[in-house]
């Protein structure tokens, strides 16, 4: 989603995903990797079952993110807030990654 981050759920034995997990971990007040990596399953997990119980209102102008074949998004809940205030209100998201203008006009700010 644009404007948030979850830290990594998995664990991977590259260089730069051991950074961009240590990063993660940083920002999320001082974990370590496998702190890192065991909030990342539980902001999942959450994720999963909150998203399951509701409608959603989805929005994108299909920027892939990092060629993955996923694309960012801004997810609309029923009570009209949008998920990532939520991710990051609850914890297990943090304000990181790509910014655009919000569904109807509203100009782009990430906070």
Do not use: C
Request: glycine share 10%; net charge negative; no cysteine.
């Amino acid at each position: 989603m644009y404007f948030v981050g979850d830290a990594e759920s998995k664990d991977k034995p590259y260089d730069d995903y051991r950074r961009r997990v240590a990063d993660q971990g940083e920002d999320f007040g001082g974990l370590d990797y496998q702190e890192t990596i065991l909030l990342g399953r539980e902001a999942k997990k959450y994720e999963a079952s909150r998203l399951r119980k509701q409608h959603l209102t989805v929005f994108t102008a299909w920027e892939e993110v990092y060629d993955s074949g996923r694309y960012y998004a801004f997810v609309r809940m029923e009570n009209g807030k949008f998920w990532y205030q939520e991710l990051v209100e609850k914890g297990p998201a943090r304000i990181h990654t790509n910014e655009a203008d919000l569904a109807g006009g509203t100009v782009r700010r990430s906070q």
